[in-house]
């Protein structure tokens, strides 16, 4: 059994597709209809067959209230993995990437938290 699929769920699903592509740098896989409601499929550029994440509009209640209570805790939805933080850091900070924490090691790892600009914050780990 593998991993197939995660799903991140974005207050503004135009907006996602523009930062994790244009910003994040990932891969657009595919685009799903389920009616009238969009789904993206977005994959790392490093690893193309890799785990896709799902980016899917929050539209209804339940959903929205859980994505708000993550958000106002400052609670990361998602960890990526990565070889060199600080260089990470220094590119995302000059495309305008918010970080609510920088760069910080502990225990042999070093991570920062950003917001994705659609309702999440994400988490950048670099193991040693």
Do not use: W
Not at 28 to 36: A, L, N
């Amino acid at each position: 059994m593998k991993i197939h699929s995660a799903y991140i769920m974005v207050n503004d699903l135009e907006n996602a597709i523009k930062f994790y592509h244009e910003v994040l740098g990932f891969i657009i896989k595919k685009e799903i209809f389920f009616g009238t409601i969009k789904s993206v499929k977005i994959v790392s550029q490093e690893e193309p067959e890799g785990l896709a994440l799902d980016l899917s509009l929050v539209d209804q209640s339940p959903a929205i209230a859980i994505q708000q209570a993550f958000y106002n805790a400052q609670f990361p939805i998602m960890t990526f993995k990565l070889d060199n933080i600080d260089f990470e850091y220094e590119k995302l900070i000059k495309l305008g990437v918010r970080f609510i924490a920088p760069p910080d090691s502990l225990l042999g790892a070093s991570e920062a938290i950003f917001d994705d600009t659609c309702g999440n914050y994400i988490r950048l780990l670099q193991t040693e």
